[in-house]
């Protein structure tokens, strides 16, 4: 990684540009003529971002792939997800819970795009287009799911902007060449995010 975030010729607007750009625009410079980027790595949410910023269309500008198996392990998704939470405990309650868990109640989400369920019974023909059916498809087949980082870690951490990864990160990228200070902070910012 350090040695990516080096090689400034290769990160849209070098070091400097690549801090002071938005998560939108980091999609739709990849569209722009001249493209500013190559590539985006991201979830298949991104495919909103392109079609509601760009001209670009599936299949054709742009696609999705899966990350590539490292020494033959095997297909896993990484991923974020939502959770149900109830502060009722009654029957009505309980069964409506249940039905958003079945193939019926996905497939409402599914026809509508935009939504990927892990449910292996749901019709994967029901998804609007390629792209959410290969993502769809690739989740519901996954041996192995891992919520991202951000996902897993507390919000001071993970998910604030201004602290935790956020910041060490963009620290990382201005000074790429400083990986143990980089990671000694990751650690120390997490234990302390975590009460450890």
Known sequence: MAQIFGDTGNIAGGTSGALQTDFPTSVS?????????????????????????????????????LFPSIDNSAPSVVGGGDIFVTFKDDPATRAFVQYLATPQA????????????????????????KISKATATALADAQTFRFDMSDLAPAAFGGAVGQG????????????????DTQQALESAAAKAFGK
């Open 106 to 129: 996905g497939e409402i989400w599914a026809k509508l795009g935009g939504h990927a369920s892990p449910n292996k019974n749901l019709n994967p023909e029901l998804y609007p287009d």
């Open 29 to 65: 410079q990849v569209f722009s003529n001249p493209p500013g980027a190559a590539m985006v790595f991201e979830g298949d949410f991104v495919q909103g971002v392109i079609t509601s910023s760009t001209s670009a269309k599936a299949n054709t500008d742009f696609n999705q792939f």
């Open 165 to 180: 990864e956020w910041t060490i990160m963009q620290d990382s990228l201005k000074n790429p060449s400083d990986v143990k």
